[in-house]
């Protein structure tokens, strides 16, 4: 079984924290993760890596 991430957009809804510079991905919404790390942390846990 394989996880795939999907990441990417146009960086409007988190404007102005999200831009295309520094997209939503790499932001740390809530916790010490960005989202990215919180979602590979969650899909970790159902798929071994």
């Given amino acids: 079984m394989y996880g795939v991430i999907l990441a990417g957009g146009s960086g409007t809804r988190f404007w102005p924290l999200s831009r295309e510079e520094y997209p939503k991905q790499l932001l740390k919404i809530s916790g ?3 989202l990215i790390q919180a979602t590979f942390s969650h ?4 798929i071994p890596s």
């Avoid at 899909?43 to 159902?46: S, T």
Wanted: hydrophobic share 45%.
């Fill in 32 to 34: 010490n993760q960005t």
């Fill in 43 to 46: 899909v970790a846990d159902l």
